[in-house]
C-alpha cells in the first residue's frame, strides 16, 4: 500500500512536470484556463489575441450589459492573472457615438501603443470603429478624436501596422456585406496616398451578391493581401484571397489571374477566416471547406504568386478533421519553426470542443502534437462555446481565447494556453539541462542531461523500481520495452518527469 501510496503522490506532485505538447498548461490561471466576466457585464467574449515581447497578453473583443454593448481590450500577466497595470485594474471598455462596440481585431505598435479594430452601430446605423490606447491602458489623444476613429458603415474585421507606422485595415463594409480595405495615417487620418484617401471595394467576382475580409497582412515591399469569401447569386460561397499595389490604385496584376483568387472545387461552401505571411514570402489561409456532409479544418498555402503550393499537403491544401465532428479554423498562426497552428472549433452531437491541429511546414499533421496533431479540449456541453483567437508567446506556449456559455446560460470569455514541448519534461527540468523524449514512447525513452554520472530509477504504478543506472555524457536510453504499457516515474536528483509507455 505504501508504495502505491507513493507512487500517486510523486504523481501528483509531478504532474506539472508531464509536458505533453498539446497539454492545458497548469502555470496558467486555474488549470490552464482563465474564465469568467468583467465588472457587471452580463456576457463577454474574446475576439482576438496578441502577445507583447514582454510576455504580457493582450485581448479584445466585446461585454455585454443590459441594452449595452463596449468594446473589451485587457491585458493579463504571463501567468494568467490580470495586470494592474493597464488602466488601473487590467481591462476597459470603449463605447463610441454610433453606441454597442466590439473589438474584432489588434495589434501593437513598436512603441508599445495598442490598436484595437473592431465596429460601433446601433439599431439602425454602424460603423468602423478604431481605437488606441498608450502601453498604460488609457485612450491615446493623439489618435483620432480623443483616441478614437469612427467611420459611417461595416465593421473592421483584421488589421494591421506597416513598418512606416501607417495602419491598414480589412472586413466589411454596410448591410450588403461589401467587403473593403483601408489605409490610415499613424494619427487615425485617412491616408491621401492610399485610394485617394477612401477605401478600396472589394469584388471577388461580378456575380456575387457578398463579399467578405477576414484578414489582411502587408508584404516587406508594400503590397497588401487580403483574404476572405465570396458568395454567388446561386448562394454558393467559395475562398477568396487578393493583393493589391501598394498605393491601393488597383488589384496587383501580377498575382494569380489579375491579383485575385475566388472560386473552387474543394469544397460545397470554402470560407478562410485568417492568414499569415511566412518569412519567405509564401501565403498560409486557413478556414473551412464542407463537402459531401463533413466540414474539415482547411490550411492552403500559396505561392508569392498566387500559385498553389504544390510542396504543402496535397496541392498546396492540407485538412484536419477528428470523429463526427464539424471543424472549422478562425484562427492561424506559425511557430518560430514554420509549423502552422490553427485552431477552431469542432461541433458534435451534443456538444462543442475547442479544436486545435499543428501542421508540420510540409502540411502533414504533426503527430507529436497530442500524438495525432489535433487537439480536443471539451468546454461545455452548449452549443455556443467558441475558440476565436491564438497567438504564440515569446516561449512558444500557444495562448487561445473565445467564449463559452455558463451554467446560468450566460456567454463567460475564456482564455485557455497550451503547451508545445514535446519533451515529458518540467519547467524545473528543462532548467536543470534534462530532456527526456519520445515521451509518450513505445519504451525507449532517450535522456538527456547536462552533466553525467547522474543516478535514476524508474517505478512503475505500484511503487516497484523496474529500473536503474547513472548517466551518460550526452544520452542515456532507458529500455521499459519488456514491461507493460503504462505510466512510469523516472527520479533524478530531486526531479520527477513521468513517462508514458504505449
Do not use: C
Amino acid at each position: 500500500m505504501k508504495p502505491i501510496l507513493l507512487f500517486l503522490l510523486l504523481l501528483v506532485a509531478g504532474h506539472s512536470a508531464y509536458a505533453q505538447a498539446g497539454t492545458l498548461d497548469p502555470t496558467f490561471g486555474n488549470g490552464g484556463q482563465v474564465i469568467g466576466n468583467f465588472g457587471s457585464a452580463a456576457a463577454s467574449s474574446v475576439k482576438a489575441i496578441t502577445v507583447q515581447p514582454d510576455g504580457k497578453i493582450v485581448v479584445v473583443g466585446q461585454l455585454d450589459y443590459t441594452n449595452d454593448r463596449g468594446m473589451l481590450v485587457a491585458r493579463y500577466n504571463s501567468n494568467g492573472t490580470l495586470d494592474n497595470s493597464f488602466d488601473n485594474d487590467g481591462w476597459d471598455t470603449v463605447k463610441f457615438d454610433a453606441g454597442y462596440a466590439q473589438g474584432f481585431a489588434v495589434a501593437l505598435q513598436p512603441d508599445g501603443k495598442i490598436v484595437v479594430a473592431g465596429s460601433s452601430f446601433t439599431s439602425t446605423t454602424g460603423g468602423g470603429a478604431i481605437a488606441r490606447f498608450k502601453p498604460n491602458g488609457t485612450l491615446d489623444s493623439t489618435f483620432g478624436v480623443n483616441g478614437k476613429v469612427s467611420q459611417m458603415a461595416g465593421d473592421w474585421e483584421s488589421i494591421v501596422i506597416q513598418p512606416d507606422g501607417k495602419i491598414v485595415v480589412a472586413g466589411t463594409w454596410g448591410g450588403i456585406y461589401d467587403a473593403k480595405i483601408q489605409r490610415l495615417n499613424s494619427d487615425g487620418s485617412p491616408d491621401m496616398s492610399f485610394h485617394s484617401g477612401t477605401a478600396f471595394n472589394v469584388v471577388f467576382d461580378a456575380n456575387n451578391i457578398e463579399d467578405a475580409l477576414r484578414a489582411v497582412a502587408v508584404q516587406p515591399d508594400g503590397r497588401i493581401i487580403a483574404a476572405g469569401w465570396g458568395t454567388d447569386f446561386m448562394q454558393i460561397t467559395k475562398f477568396g484571397i487578393l493583393r493589391l499595389k501598394t498605393d491601393g490604385s488597383s488589384y496587383d496584376s501580377s498575382f494569380a489571374q489579375d491579383g485575385l483568387i475566388w472560386g473552387t472545387s474543394w469544397g460545397d461552401e470554402e470560407i478562410f477566416y485568417d492568414m499569415v505571411l511566412q518569412p519567405d514570402g509564401k501565403i498560409v489561409a486557413g478556414g473551412t471547406a464542407t463537402k459531401g456532409g463533413t466540414m474539415d479544418m482547411t490550411v492552403v498555402r500559396f505561392n508569392t504568386d498566387g500559385t498553389l503550393d504544390n510542396s504543402f499537403g496535397t496541392g498546396g491544401i492540407a485538412k484536419a478533421f477528428k470523429y463526427s465532428y464539424y471543424t472549422d479554423i478562425r484562427s492561424i498562426s506559425l511557430q518560430s519553426d514554420g509549423r502552422i497552428v490553427a485552431a477552431g472549433t469542432a461541433s458534435g452531437m451534443i456538444s462543442h470542443e475547442f479544436a486545435l491541429a499543428r501542421f508540420n511546414v510540409d502540411g502533414s499533421l504533426d503527430t507529436s502534437f497530442d500524438a495525432d496533431g489535433m487537439v480536443m479540449t471539451p468546454m461545455s456541453t452548449t452549443s455556443d462555446d467558441e475558440i476565436y483567437a491564438t497567438a504564440i508567446q515569446p516561449d512558444g506556449k500557444i495562448v487561445a481565447g473565445g467564449w463559452i456559455t455558463g451554467i446560468m446560460g450566460t456567454k463567460d470569455y475564456i482564455l485557455v494556453r497550451y503547451l508545445i514541448s514535446e519533451l515529458g519534461v518540467d519547467e524545473v527540468a528543462n532548467n536543470k539541462g534534462l530532456k527526456v523524449y519520445p515521451n509518450p514512447g513505445d519504451g525507449l525513452f532517450v535522456v538527456e542531461t547536462a552533466n553525467a554520472g547522474i543516478a535514476y530509477s524508474v517505478t512503475d504504478a505500484k511503487g516497484s523500481v523496474v529500473a536503474t543506472g547513472t548517466t551518460a555524457k550526452e544520452q542515456t536510453t532507458i529500455d521499459l520495452t519488456k514491461n507493460a504499457n503504462g505510466m512510469y516515474l523516472l527520479q533524478m536528483e530531486n526531479t520527477t518527469v513521468k513517462l508514458v509507455k504505449q
